[in-house]
Structure formats: structure tokens, C-alpha cells
């Protein structure tokens, strides 16, 4: 079983950027497609943004423009790039496959606040 350890996270003001990590366990990480989700206290956990394994990227409407995943298959790690972050932004972010299907790490907490 592939396993996430996210990593990156912190406490950012309005408008900064942040680059989070996730590095995968397994020969198979670099074929999953895998997602960036987050969970806001009191809220659903909801899917930020995926890449396939062939480099394909999709995100909602709501982060569309201001978060860019990627990956580095020769390091096993998916990365997102959050810029321009709000305070609607504050979450705990976890990376697992695409489909939410796989276990959930610790996760990393950003915190956007002035």
C-alpha cells in the first residue's frame, strides 16, 4: 500500500505562497494519479487539485489559477504550488490518490492570516 507523508505547510499572510510536498512510498506512486485535498475545521474534506500519471492536471473553479500541481518522478514526490493565498485557504492539506481511496497521512496545516 502506497504511502503519503505532506510536508510544507505553515503560517502565511495574505497573498503569499507556499509550495507543499508529498512524498510517496512504492515503485507504483509514480504511475497513480494522485490529488491534493484539504480540510477546513467544520467542513468537508475536498479535492484542491490531481495529476495523472502521464503529467495531466485538473483543479476546481475555485482554485483554478492560484494552485499548480506537479510531480517529480524521479524523486517519488507530487508537489502543489498555492499562490495568492487567502484566508479561505487555511486547511489541513493531505495528499492520497486521486480518487481519495488510499490512506490518509498526518497532512500539513497552512494558515493564511495577517
Known amino acids: 500500500q502506497v504511502q503519503f507523508v505532506e510536508s510544507g505547510g505553515g503560517l502565511v499572510q495574505p497573498g503569499g505562497s507556499l509550495r507543499l510536498s508529498c512524498a510517496g512510498s512504492g515503485n507504483i506512486f509514480n504511475f497513480l494519479a494522485i490529488g491534493w485535498f484539504r480540510q477546513a475545521p467544520g467542513k468537508q474534506r475536498e479535492l484542491v487539485a490531481s495529476i495523472t500519471g502521464a503529467g495531466s492536471t485538473n483543479y476546481p473553479d475555485s482554485v483554478k489559477g492560484r494552485f499548480t500541481i506537479s510531480r517529480d518522478k524521479a524523486k517519488n514526490m507530487v508537489y502543489l504550488q498555492i499562490d495568492g493565498l487567502k484566508p479561505e485557504d487555511t486547511a489541513a492539506y493531505f495528499c492520497?490518490?486521486?480518487?481519495?481511496?488510499?490512506?490518509w497521512g498526518q497532512g500539513t496545516q497552512v494558515t493564511v492570516s495577517s
Open positions: 492520497n490518490h486521486a480518487s481519495g481511496s488510499g490512506h
